[in-house]
């Protein structure tokens, strides 16, 4: 099978244009004869099924949390990008495309992101109209302010949760339409797998978690909006429930993986404290606007701090290596966060890390509120400062934060074309969930934007184009293969509940999260990869022999949910490894340490590794095949990237 | 850290209920509680009991998720999420209950997890902007004030925990419901549906069988997000000018 990204042809302003115009259209009274099922009611998920529901198509909407609000895009801190210029600053569609492909170390499509560039601007429009109430200057205009990798101010931000705020709006709009009957709310209730019938996606198999219950819905077309993946690494930022499992089950039917070693590991995460930690808690890089990141200049001084004998306020400005700003001098703090990370961890590399177990770094407020008042600095973060006070039980108005990266978002996904379809007709990919936009590295407030903009403003007219295409003849689901996906799930959750082995789901899971950190995580050898590689398949085998799940399907069972999201995470951890192998050169989030400059920064290979890796499954334990999509740049010169 | 968690088990809705007691031992202050609910966890599967089941996702207190009457306080003694809790708030060899929100419009369904899907029907009654997508004005087109902004915003930021219901003894959901009437009177693009939205998520609130608002304002001194008092007020505003001059008779 060759990848058809499905790129229209023409200048690229023009593309998406045009393609909407090619694009056939559903008529008005035909709409109503369709079915959609949407999975995931986060910002991609419930600005889709909304949208599509007020066209009048018929939406099934579905997740596993008890309400729509809670899908972890409510997480999100800092803000969202929008290429308005209202600041006068020089902003524009085509320099937020061009930020947007540099920062993903040029490995993203460029058709798609330019069209994400260009809708960014609708998705202001949209929330604001929902009631979202952004941050505003004294003036009654919208605020912004700036995020890493950009030298502008094109972040449009609610404090420190305009996630939160973004997705309440999506959720209202969602609600307006339960209220209207156009869409039917599953709550409560997991995707188990996709029905495919003729190679289209007619449907899927969900569970019910109160009940237990295994149910079939049918549908024209399935949209997966189901999030990123995350916890593999068990520790992450991410929500305790978010999972792979929809997007995996739907690769285990035909639809290709792209790019899974591309993972962002985030700069500004407080430490880990401990074995029992159960997540970790990101601290907006918003605050790398106003916060200066350092650690002592030397190792005696960073041991002194570590042993506790000084405080970091006692250590003068001369014993301070402020290493961002020494390094990249025109971007400084605000360095994109795949360099932040990778700073980071040199320097707690080097023996100069700032708490006991030697993994954290500064992000020091001292000179900001000195310029500033504390009041200012209040106003902007006074959540994430209350939140990490809460957390550390020390007062970041006080004594500087402690940072130190962890896992947050993933760049990989399903492979998508133009039209966010996988490669099994029917069947979508939105949202973090598909690998399209963000290359090797995703920007800060590029997340939120790109869930929007596929669930507002893609998806209504690619899905049309193909629902016009297969014609509006009923669905049910009284063809066979219905029957035959649920018994296979109903068989898979017996054989978890009968194993009654001696460990515990997170016993696994744990284990897993410690061989894809060490191994997979900031920085990767194909030694240490090839040594992952073995140690998964073993722990894999051991949990399918020894797991532990107590308990019945019949009823509401947290442990069966984990067991069937860990087992998932235990074959992905491994193509991971594979891509990240396969991958023999450094970019953006991926990097190995055999392709590095003599700086230390990653080193592309362009003329072997400008593609995107679409991994095939072919069965059970077996090598997944691996497909090539060229990327082509036509507009943006690839470039050694440079923050200096 | 050795504790004794008295903790709510019930089977299923159905199910009568009962306290059942728990020692744990090992427990960090630095835990979170859920952590420490995890350490517990563990400790049963690994008997073969059955493990205590409680809902929470982000573990960042800003979904909503996590619901626990710690001590007689929802979310415990601070003043935030049960997720946000550390057990630095804790003694050691004390004995802690933990039970689920009990109101009639939140039914158990299982151990502490609670059914709070009243809090969707409210807001699927009336609580947003009848806007479709695409077809909207600039977002600059419209200024709004930076003091109306901000405080919409205050409003904004409730998290449908549900601490407010539990808290009250009437079992009230004014606070929830007055923060959403609150937040899209304050805002032009609010205007146009005001009067119709306040009626019909107050009445929808009245049909879960919530009760009514006694004024001890026990639901914002236990709301987790700060969510003010002045809400309901501005609601109760909200709901008289509209049912006075209401077009539905």
Known sequence: MILDSKIPAGPLAEKWTKHKFNSKLVNPANKRKYEVIVVGTGLAGASAAASLAELGYNVKAFCFQDSPRRAHSIAAQGGINAAKNYQNDGDSVFRLFYDTVKGGDYRAREANVYRLAEVSVNIIDQCVAQGVPFAREYGGLLANRSFGGAQVSRTFYARGQTGQQLLLGAYSALSRQVANGKVKLYPRTE?????????????????????????THAAHAVLLCTGGYGNVFFLSTNAMGSNV???????????????PCYTQIHPTCIPVSGDHQSKLTLMSESLRNDGRVW???????????RKGEIKANDIPENERDYYLERKYPSFGNLVPRDVASRNAKYVCDEGRGVNETGEAVFLDFRDAIKRDTEEVIRAKYGNLFDMYQQITGENPYKVPMMIYPAVHYTMGG????YNLMTTVPGLYALGEANFSDHGANRLGASALMQGLADGYFVIPYTVGDYLAQIGPKPVDTNHPEFEKTAKE??????KLLSIKGSKTVDYFHKKLGKIMWNECGMARTAEGLSKAKAEIKALRAEFWKDVKVLGDNEELNQSLEKAHRVADFLELGELMIDDALNRNESCGGHFREEYQTPEGEALRDDENFAYVAAWKYTGDNQEE???????????????????? | MKLTLKVWRQKNNADQGKFVSYPVEGISKDMSFLEMMDVLNEQLTEKGEDP?????????????????????????????TTCQLHMRSFNDGETITIEPWRAKAFPVVKDLVVDRSSFDRIIQAGGYVSVNTGGVPDANEIPIPKKIADEAFDAATCIGCGACVAACKNASAMLFTSAKISQLSMLPQGQVERKERAEKMIAQMDAEGFGACTNTGACAAECPKG????NIARMNREYFSAVVSSENV
Not at chain 1, 625 to 644: D, H, I, M
Not at chain 2, 52 to 80: A, L, W
Request: aromatic letters at 8%; glycine letters at 8%.
């Open chain 1, 191 to 215: 995707m188990m797998d996709v029905v495919v019938i003729d190679g289209q996606a007619k449907g899927i198999v969900t569970r019910n978690l109160i009940t237990g219950a295994i149910e």
């Open chain 1, 245 to 259: 499992t929809a997007a995996w089950r739907a690769h285990k039917r035909g639809a290709y993986f792209a790019n």
């Open chain 1, 295 to 305: 650690v002592p200049a030397s190792k005696e001084m960073a041991e002194k701090l």
């Open chain 1, 414 to 417: 399903l492979w998508v074309d």
């Open chain 1, 489 to 494: 799930v109903k068989e898979r959750i017996q």
């Open chain 1, 625 to 644: 095949e691996l497909y090539k999509e060229p990327l082509e740049f036509e507009n943006v010169k690839l470039t050694q990237r440079s923050y200096k």
């Open chain 2, 52 to 80: 205590v089941h409680f809902d929470h996702d982000c573990r960042e207190g800003i979904c909503g998720m996590c619901s626990m009457y710690i001590n007689g306080k929802p979310h415990g003694p601070q003043q935030t």
């Open chain 2, 227 to 230: 969510i003010s008092l002045t």
